[in-house]
T-cell receptor
Framework: DTAVSQTPKYLVTQMGNDKSIKCEQN?????MYWYKQDSKKFLKIMFS???????INETVPNRFSPKSPDKAHLNLHINSLELGDSAVYFC????????????FGEGSWLTVV | GQNIDQPTEMTATEGAIVQINCTYQ??????LFWYQQHAGEAPTFLSY????GLEEKGRFSSFLSRSKGYSYLLLKELQMKDSASYLC????????????FGKGTRLSVIA
């Protein structure tokens, strides 16, 4: 069973489109995250949610809107896609917010053309 | 804020030992993590150090010195499958994840 699963795995879309990436975890964790890994492989935190509430937003453009319908799901919606949004987006989860191991999903490869 | 520094690339021979260093500066310390990431895959957890000293786990060991802001990951009996990026990470502040990652060290194991 996949612990943190995200869909789609690959996404190619045109500039200006709106797209969503879904994420679900079955670990019973109460904290979920979105990370972005760019072409230089730098893994950077975007958002952190604890029990469906946003606790960290690392200066991400407001074209990116995360939504957490329950603590097992954290979806990422991106409006008006730009070329620079091309990256791998990783969903992740952990139990609690203090010094606990983060587990990553398999990643979603987004290419904006 | 957090500042994490690790070498960009390293090459080592199959069967050898390699040490990957990481230095960090944080506004508060709540442990240091090492993750492994193979090309095209997600990062996977390797180790967590919160106290000074060496933690051994099979072929992999991780060391921490809080006073020096320094950690290393030691890989013994290198295998070709150990070719990957190794990411050093610390929590974003003393009380909270998420983790802030270094830029990773890409290790190439050669025959």
């Amino acid at each position: 069973d996949t612990a943190v699963s995200q869909t789609p795995k690959y996404l190619v879309t045109q500039m200006g489109n709106d797209k969503s990436i879904k994420c679900e975890q079955n670990l019973g964790h109460d904290t979920m995250y979105w990370y972005k890994q760019d072409s230089k492989k730098f893994l950077k935190i975007m958002f952190s949610y604890n029990n469906k509430e946003l606790i960290i937003n690392e200066t991400v453009p407001n074209r990116f809107s995360p939504k957490s319908p329950d603590k097992a799901h954290l979806n990422l919606h991106i409006n008006s896609l730009e070329l620079g949004d091309s990256a791998v987006y990783f969903c992740a989860s952990s139990q609690g917010t203090s010094g606990n191991t983060i587990y990553f999903g398999e990643g979603s490869w987004l290419t904006v053309v | 804020g957090q500042n994490i520094d690790q070498p960009t690339e390293m090459t080592a021979t199959e069967g050898a030992i390699v040490q990957i260093n990481c230095t960090y500066q944080t506004s508060g310390f709540n442990g240091l993590f090492w993750y492994q990431q193979h090309a095209g895959e997600a990062p996977t957890f390797l180790s967590y150090n919160v106290l000074d000293g060496l933690e051994e786990k099979g072929r992999f060991s991780s060391f921490l010195s809080r006073s020096k802001g320094y950690s290393y990951l030691l890989l013994k009996e290198l295998q070709m499958k150990d070719s990957a990026s190794y990411l050093c990470a610390v929590p974003i502040n003393s009380g909270n994840t998420p983790l802030v990652f270094g830029k990773g060290t890409r290790l190439s194991v050669i025959a």
